[in-house]
């Protein structure tokens, strides 16, 4: 069965470094998304991407984020300077449409990458 | 007020115990309703998805929504231990708004 893959499962870093969250979204899906889950809180919508361009952000998305499809194949999810603040679980999810259909709506997740920042 | 509330929990029952879960939420343009389980250090995993009132049944699990009252349920019948997890509630319009997950525990 097709999934999204997350890489790295845990990454930890020093407060001020950058990170790259890498996700492979399921291969037909034209919708990406990013997520984030601080520890013991609900899940947050991030931002969404459609077309190589940004469909919607939350507030929490700032300029501190950015997200880009390097390939045909990878999203990746960048933090730049990052904060104490920003230790949670990221998770990019994929799905075929985002409105319409809502069977093509659904999103399916990856397994998430745990960031620690020190 | 939130758009989506639900009773973070913790919920503890014994094993064949019927579980109700449930969620309100404030805007009516919400057009989908959907429950994620999310077990310990994975991402969430799509359980149900309706968009109209009324019930929809898959084997143990029935979910149930009212969009007069903006109230989606979740039920669980004869729970097994397997079902311990974070079950979230998630509406749908453009954009996924996660409810605050309750977290379930079946007790062998």
């Known amino acids: 069965e097709p999934e999204v893959t997350q890489t790295p499962s845990h990454q930890v870093t020093q407060m001020g470094q950058e990170v790259i969250l890498r996700c492979v979204p399921i291969?037909?899906?034209?919708?990406f998304y990013w997520y984030r889950q601080i520890l013991g809180q609900k899940v947050e919508f991030l931002v969404s991407f459609y077309n190589n361009e940004i469909s919607e952000k939350s507030e929490i998305f700032d300029d501190q984020f950015s997200v880009e499809r390097p390939d045909g194949s990878n999203f990746t999810l960048k933090i730049r300077s990052t904060k104490l603040e920003d230790s949670a679980m990221y998770f990019c999810?994929?799905?075929?449409?985002?409105?319409?259909?809502?069977?093509?709506?659904?999103?399916?997740f990856g397994a998430g990458t745990r960031l620690s920042v020190l | 007020q939130k758009e989506v509330e639900q009773d973070p929990g913790p919920l503890s029952v014994p094993e064949g115990a019927i579980v109700s879960l449930n969620c309100t939420y404030s805007?009516?343009?919400?057009?989908?309703f959907m429950w994620y389980r999310q077990y310990s250090r994975k991402g969430p995993e799509l359980l149900m998805y309706t968009y109209s009132s009324g019930n929809k049944e898959d084997g143990r699990f029935t979910a149930q929504v009212d969009k007069s009252s903006k109230y989606i349920s979740l039920f669980i019948r004869d729970s097994q231990p397997s079902d311990s997890a974070t079950y979230l509630c998630a509406i749908h319009n453009n954009d996924m708004r996660f409810g605050a997950g309750t977290r379930l525990t079946v007790k062998p």
């Open positions: 805007n009516s343009a919400f057009q989908y």
């Open positions: 999810a994929s799905s075929s449409q985002r409105t319409g259909n809502l069977a093509k709506n659904i999103q399916y």
């Open positions: 291969s037909n899906h034209l919708y």
